[in-house]
């Protein structure tokens, strides 16, 4: 069975700084892409970031850019997300997910494009 655990969330103020991470187990993603996508209260769900299946490229959400670092240990069959300068605005479910393999780079900003999802954790930023 596979399984997409995420950890790492918490509360924090605004400014401060989070790692998440999401450990796969059941298989391994070694050749697919890694996403975050994000869910608030009453809000769809939105793309954060994602990462290809070596760690050699990445593309993030403009409200992210600048702030958070996607990146992954393969090793480890683990994601990660360093969240730096927080915003009460980043409040929200924290998700990840494995692409399907093959999918092309211009639709990994779509849920469509992932196959496997993780039950989140919850990021709350303090004003």
């Known amino acids: 069975q596979v399984q997409l655990v995420e950890s790492g969330g918490g509360l924090v103020q605004a400014g401060g700084s989070l790692r998440l991470s999401c450990a796969a187990s059941?298989?391994?993603?070694?050749?697919?892409?890694m996403g975050w996508f994000r869910q608030a209260p009453g809000k769809e769900r939105e793309f954060v970031a994602v990462?290809?299946?070596?760690?050699?490229?990445?593309d993030y959400a403009d409200s992210v850019k600048g702030r958070f670092t996607i990146s992954r240990d393969n090793a480890k069959n683990t994601v990660y997300l360093q969240m730096n300068s927080l915003k009460p605005e980043d409040t929200a479910v924290y998700i990840c997910a494995a692409a399907e393999s093959g999918v092309a780079w211009v639709r990994l900003r779509l849920g469509v494009a992932y196959r496997y999802w993780g039950q989140g954790t919850q990021v709350t930023v303090s004003s």
């Open positions: 990462i290809s299946w070596g760690g050699g490229t990445t």
């Open positions: 059941g298989r391994t993603f070694s050749s697919n892409a």
